[in-house]
C-alpha cells in the first residue's frame, strides 16, 4: 500500500517491516510540499495532487538530525525537509568516479556534471545513476537537414533510472553444457510462470466463493416461507449492535403480546430477542385511556398530510365487545379501572362489561387504524351513541381524512341511533356539518339474520313460498348417499345448528350458496325431492348467494361474474338494483303469522347505500369499488387479536383492554384463526404463509406391506363375481340419483386435478368431454355452472369409462375402509386392492403405461377426499364434542362396548355390578373376534374394565342428583 511504505525513490521501507521506524506524512504547506516532492527524486509523485500526497509518507531515515525536534527522532521540526536525493546521488557519483564502467555514452543525450555537495554527514546509500541536464536533438519541421539541437536544462531535475547492465555480457562463453542448461532454465522459467498463473486462478477463485458463501448472500438466495421465518434468522445471527428491523420488531412483539410468559421462556433458551423493557419501549409511553387520544391523532394527522384523495377516502366501523367485570387499581392513572368510561362524556359508578370500538378503514387503499375505545354498562344507549359517532366522525375530519361510510350491525341500539340521524331504507345518509356520510349494514351480519330467520319457518314474495324444509329433505337425500356427496360440507351444524352455531357466518354461507341450490334443482330433476315449493327455494338460495357476493367483491375481475367490483356497466349493479325490489315484497310466515324481519329493511339500506355512494364518487374519477370493503370484517379481525392478549382470553379486563389497544396501534397484529370473518389484508399484517403442496408421496408408498398386512389378508366382504353382478345392475339401472351426479361431478373433479397437474394430452382425451345438456348424470356439473358464463366454461365432464372406473373405485372404497380405518398405511393398502381390481387395473396399464403415474395420481386423490370425511351419523357427535380431536371408533369396537351397555343396563341397581356385568356379557358373546392375537386380551379389558368404570360413576352421579331432587320436593310438601 503507499500509505504504509516511504515514497523516497529507492527506499520502499514500511512499518510493518521495521517496526521502530517512524514515518512522517508529507506536509500541507505548499512550499514545503513542492521542496518535498523534488528531494524525495520520486517522479511518480509529481502526477497526484495534494490530497493524495497528504496520504504518503517519507521515513526517518532521509531527514537530518537538526530536522528532528528530539533526539528519539518522533517529530520534525516546521521547517524540516528531506535530503535532495540528486546531491546524494552526485556525491556518490563523484566517489566513484575512479571506476571506467561507470561511463555511458548515450548519444545524442549529453550528461552534465553536477554541483558537489558540502557540508553534509551522509550515510551509505546505494542509487541509481541520474542527470541532472540533458540535451535532446529533435527534427525541424522546417528543413531536411541536421536537425536543431534543443537544450532541456532542468526539466523535472528528477533522477533517471537506467537499465542495468549486464556484467559479464562480454565474458559469456557459449558451451554445449551451458546451453542445455539455459534451456533447462528457460522450461522451468515457462513452468514456474504457468503456476504462478494457475495460483492466481485459485485465489481469484477461493476469493469469489468467499463472496458466495457469505451470510448475507445466503439469506438473500434462501427462498423463506415468511417474513417471520427469515425475521427469526437474522435475529439469532446478529453479531453486531445493529438497529432492529421492522419485521423483527413485529414477530417481537407478536411473541411477546401472546404469552410474556413463553416469550421470557425463549429468551431463557438463548433464543436472541430483544428484551421486554425494549419491546415496551417500542410500544411507547403514550396511554391511550377511552376516549381519543392527541397525540395519536396528530401523528395520524402527519401521516395523511401529503396523501391523495384516494388515500385519505374510508369507512368507519364501530362494534361491541364483552368484557370482564373487573376492578382494578392503576398506579400510573391513580384511579380505578373497570367503571363506566365514556371519555369526554365522563365516568360512572357502574361497572363496565362492553368495551364500543371505533375504527378508520381505507376505501380504496389497504389500511386500517383504531381510532377510539369507550366503556359501558351493557350496550351503549342510542343518544350517547349519536353523539359519539359525530365526535369521532369530526375528529377524523379534523386530521385531514375523508370518511365517506359508517358501518355497523343490526344492533337496536345502532338502529335507533340511526334513526336519530335521520337514516332510512330510501335514504341511507346523513350530514355532519357539511359533510355527507352514507350509513351501512354489515353483510355478512345481514346474511346470518336471513338464515336464522329463515330456518324453520317459510317466506312469502308475493304468490310464492320459499320453504327451509326443502333445503332439509336435500340435505337428507344427500346424507344416505354411500359413494359420493353433492354437499360435502353441510353438515347437522348447518340444519339444526345451536345458539353458538347461529351466530357463524360460514355456516350461513354454506347453506344459503350457489351449491346448494344446484343440489335442490338436481334432485328436483332426479325426481328423489317431490316438493312445490322446491324451484322456488332454489330460486331463493341461488338470489341470495349472488347477492352476498357482489356485496364482497375483492378483485375487479373474477370468473364468478357477480363477484366481480362494482363498475358502471357490469351486471353487479343492475343485480343490486332488482335486489331492492325484491326485499321489499319479502316476509316471512310463522304460525300463520306474517312477519318483517329487520334484516330485510337491512339489506334495502345497505343496497341503496352503496349504489348512491359510488354514483357520488363517480364525480371524483372513481371507474370501480370493491364492495368487500364496505364491511365489518377488519374490526372483527381487531377483536380477535383482543381475546388473545396472553393466550386464549375471551373476555379481556378493561385494563387488557387498554394494552392491547395500545400495542394493536403502535403495531399491527396478526388475528386469531377461526375467526368469524375473512382475513383482510390491510396495513403489514402479520401472517404465516405456508405454500401448499400438491399430494405428497411419502416412502410409504415405496415400502412393501408385511406378509401378516398383504392386501390378499384383508376380509374380503365382496368376491370379484359380486363386484360384477354389482356394476352389471347399475350399468342396467337407468333411473339416475342425487349420488349418481354426484359422482360423476367428483369424476368431473378429479380429472380437472389431473390435468392441472400434469397437463397431459392422452389424459385429456381420455378423462374429459364435452358436455351433454341431454346427459341426465351432468345435470350437477351443468346447475354448478354461472348461467351467465360460456357453456364450455367450468368443470369439464368426465368420459363415460373414467366415469365408471371412479364409481367402481368408490364402491370398493366404501366396502373396505371401514375394515381397515384402524389399521397403518392406508393409502398403500388401498391402492393395492384397487389394483387388484380387473376393471381398474386395465384402465391405469392401458396406452403402454404411458399415463401410469397420472391415475395413480387420481387414485390418491380419490382416497384423500373420501377418507377423512364424516359421513357416518354415529361420528358427528364425536366430532361435536372433540372438534375433530377425537378418532371414530373401529365398528368392532362399537359392537362390543353396545353389549357391554345392555348387560350394564340389566344389573346397574346391584351391589356386584361390575363382576355381574362381565359374567352376563362373556355368556351372551362366547365367540369374540379380535384382528390382533396378540393384544387381543390386554386391549379388550383396558376397553370393558373402563367403560363399566365409568358407566358406574356416571349412574351414582345421576341418582344422587335425582335423590337430592326427590329429597327438595319432599320438604317443601
Not at 372 to 392: C, E, G, Q
Not at 772 to 795: E, R, V
Request: proline share 4%; aromatic share 10%.
Amino acid at each position: 500500500m503507499p500509505g504504509n511504505t516511504c515514497q523516497y525513490y529507492n527506499c520502499g521501507k514500511s512499518s510493518s517491516k521495521f517496526k521502530n521506524l517512524k514515518m512522517f506524512r508529507f506536509p500541507k504547506d505548499k512550499e514545503r510540499l513542492e521542496v518535498w516532492k523534488m528531494n524525495s527524486g520520486n517522479i511518480k509523485l509529481l502526477s497526484l495532487d495534494d490530497d493524495k500526497l497528504y496520504c504518503r509518507y517519507l521515513c526517518q531515515e532521509h531527514f537530518s538530525l537538526e530536522s528532528f525536534m528530539n533526539c528519539n527522532k518522533q517529530k520534525l521540526t516546521i521547517s524540516a525537509v528531506p535530503y535532495n536525493y540528486n546531491e546524494l546521488k552526485q556525491n556518490s557519483t563523484t566517489n566513484d568516479s575512479e571506476r571506467n564502467d561507470e561511463y555511458i555514452n548515450i548519444s545524442p543525450v549529453t550528461l552534465s556534471p553536477s554541483t558537489p555537495f558540502n557540508n553534509l554527514s551522509l550515510k551509505s546509500y546505494t542509487k541509481s545513476r541520474t542527470t541532472e541536464s540533458v540535451e535532446l536533438l529533435f527534427p525541424s519541421p522546417s528543413t531536411s537537414d541536421t536537425p536543431k539541437r534543443k537544450r532541456i536544462n532542468n526539466l523535472i531535475n528528477m533522477p533517471s533510472p537506467v537499465s542495468k547492465r549486464n556484467i559479464f555480457a562480454d565474458t559469456l562463453i557459449e558451451t554445449p553444457r551451458k546451453k542445455i542448461l539455459n534451456k533447462t532454465i528457460q522450461k522451468q522459467k515457462k513452468i514456474l510462470h504457468n503456476k504462478i498463473t494457475h495460483i492466481s486462478k485459485l485465489k481469484n477463485n477461493i476469493s469469489k466463493f468467499k463472496k458466495q458463501n457469505t451470510l448475507k448472500k445466503l439469506m438473500y438466495d434462501h427462498k423463506f416461507p415468511s417474513c417471520n421465518s427469515r425475521a427469526i434468522v437474522t435475529m439469532q445471527l446478529r453479531n453486531k449492535r445493529r438497529p432492529w428491523t421492522i419485521e423483527e420488531k413485529n414477530l417481537a412483539l407478536s411473541l411477546f403480546y401472546k404469552s410474556p410468559t413463553s416469550y421470557n421462556f425463549l429468551r431463557l433458551q438463548r433464543v436472541n430477542l430483544p428484551s421486554p423493557s425494549t419491546v415496551r419501549r417500542w410500544i411507547g409511553l403514550s396511554k391511550y385511556l377511552p376516549g381519543f387520544n392527541k397525540l395519536f391523532l396528530s401523528h395520524l394527522k402527519r401521516k395523511f398530510e401529503f396523501k391523495t384523495y384516494k388515500d385519505k377516502v374510508c369507512s368507519v366501523c364501530f362494534d361491541e365487545i364483552s368484557i370482564k367485570e373487573l376492578l382494578e387499581y392503576s398506579k400510573n392513572f391513580d384511579f380505578i379501572e373497570g367503571f363506566e368510561d365514556l371519555g369526554r362524556l365522563g365516568r360512572t359508578s357502574k361497572t363496565a362489561n362492553t368495551a364500543l370500538v371505533f375504527m378508520a378503514r381505507g376505501v380504496y387503499t389497504s389500511w386500517k387504524i383504531p381510532i377510539a375505545y369507550f366503556l359501558a354498562h351493557s350496550a351503549v344507549n342510542r343518544d350517547i351513541l349519536k353523539t359519539l359517532i359525530i365526535d369521532v366522525l369530526q375528529v377524523l375530519f379534523d386530521t385531514g381524512l375523508f370518511p365517506k361510510l359508517i358501518i355497523c350491525d343490526q344492533g337496536t341500539n345502532n338502529q335507533s341511533a340511526l334513526k336519530l340521524l335521520n337514516v332510512s331504507e330510501d335514504k341511507p345518509f346523513f350530514y355532519v356539518g357539511e359533510h355527507k356520510l352514507f350509513a351501512l349494514f354489515d353483510t355478512p351480519h345481514l346474511l346470518k339474520s336471513i338464515r336464522n330467520n329463515f330456518i324453520g319457518n317459510n317466506f312469502k314474495k308475493g304468490d310464492i313460498i320459499i320453504s327451509f324444509n326443502d333445503i332439509v329433505q336435500t340435505y337428507n337425500i344427500d346424507k344416505a348417499n354411500q359413494k359420493s356427496r353433492a354437499l360435502l360440507k353441510i353438515t347437522d351444524a348447518h340444519i339444526r345448528p345451536n345458539s353458538f352455531q347461529k351466530m357463524s357466518v360460514k355456516l350461513a354461507a354454506q347453506v344459503l350458496s350457489h351449491t346448494m341450490s344446484s343440489t335442490i334443482r338436481t334432485c328436483i330433476s332426479t325426481k328423489e325431492l317431490k316438493s312445490e315449493t322446491a324451484n322456488n327455494t332454489a330460486d331463493f338460495v341461488e338470489f341470495i348467494d349472488k347477492l352476498f357476493d357482489c356485496l364482497n367483491s375483492r378483485t375487479l375481475y373474477n370468473s364468478n361474474p357477480y363477484n366481480c367490483a362494482l363498475t358502471n356497466n357490469n351486471i353487479v349493479k343492475d343485480f343490486l338494483s332488482k335486489a331492492c325490489a325484491y326485499f321489499k315484497n319479502l316476509v316471512k310466515l310463522k304460525n300463520e303469522k306474517v312477519t318483517r324481519p329487520p334484516c330485510f329493511n337491512g339489506f334495502i339500506q345497505t343496497i341503496n347505500g352503496v349504489l348512491q355512494f359510488f354514483e357520488e364518487e363517480k364525480n371524483n374519477n372513481i371507474i370501480f369499488l370493491l364492495t368487500n370493503r364496505l364491511n365489518q370484517d377488519v374490526i372483527e379481525n381487531l377483536f380477535s387479536i383482543f381475546r388473545q392478549r396472553g393466550g386464549y382470553n375471551k373476555n379481556p379486563t378493561s385494563k387488557t383492554l387498554r394494552t392491547s389497544f395500545r400495542s394493536t396501534c403502535v403495531f399491527s397484529l396478526s388475528q386469531s384463526k377461526g375467526t368469524n370473518c375473512e382475513e383482510d389484508n390491510d396495513i403489514d399484517d402479520i401472517c404465516v404463509v405456508y405454500s401448499d403442496n400438491d399430494v405428497i408421496r411419502s416412502e410409504m408408498m415405496n415400502d412393501s406391506l408385511s406378509d401378516a398386512e398383504s392386501v390378499s389378508s384383508l376380509p374380503s366382504l365382496l368376491s370379484p363375481e359380486k363386484l360384477k353382478v354389482k356394476a352389471h345392475k347399475t350399468e342396467k339401472n337407468e333411473s339416475i340419483t342425487l349420488e349418481d351426479c354426484s359422482v360423476t361431478y367428483f369424476s368431473g373433479y378429479l380429472a380437472y386435478k389431473c390435468i392441472e397437474k400434469f397437463n397431459c394430452e392422452m389424459c385429456k382425451k381420455s378423462l374429459i368431454t364435452t358436455k351433454n345438456m341431454n346427459s341426465k348424470n351432468q345435470l350437477l356439473i351443468l346447475f354448478k355452472n354461472y348461467p351467465d358464463t360460456n357453456k364450455d366454461g367450468g368443470l369439464k365432464a368426465p368420459t363415460e369409462y373414467f366415469n365408471s372406473i371412479i364409481d367402481r373405485a368408490l364402491y370398493i372404497f366404501e366396502n373396505i375402509f371401514s375394515i381397515i380405518q384402524h389399521q397403518k398405511k392406508i393409502k398403500v393398502k388401498l391402492i393395492k386392492y384397487l389394483k387388484e381390481d380387473q376393471l381398474i387395473s386395465t384402465w391405469i396399464n392401458e396406452n403402454d403405461n404411458a399415463c401410469y403415474e397420472h391415475y395413480i395420481f387420481i387414485l390418491e386423490k380419490l382416497i384423500i377426499c373420501n377418507k377423512f370425511y364424516p359421513s357416518r351419523p354415529e361420528a358427528e357427535f364425536i366430532n361435536l364434542k372433540s372438534r375433530g380431536g377425537l378418532t371414530y371408533p373401529n365398528e368392532f369396537i362399537f359392537g362390543i362396548l353396545t353389549a357391554v351397555e345392555k348387560s350394564f343396563g340389566k344389573y346397574c341397581k346391584d351391589n356386584d355390578v361390575f363382576l355381574i356385568t362381565l359374567d352376563d356379557f362373556f355368556n351372551n358373546n362366547k365367540f369374540i373376534n379380535f384382528p390382533c392375537i396378540q393384544h387381543k386380551t390386554a386391549i379388550l379389558t383396558t376397553i370393558i374394565s373402563n367403560f363399566i368404570i365409568k358407566r358406574m360413576r356416571q349412574y351414582s352421579l345421576i341418582t344422587n342428583k335425582n335423590t337430592i331432587k326427590a329429597n327438595a320436593k319432599k320438604k317443601k310438601n
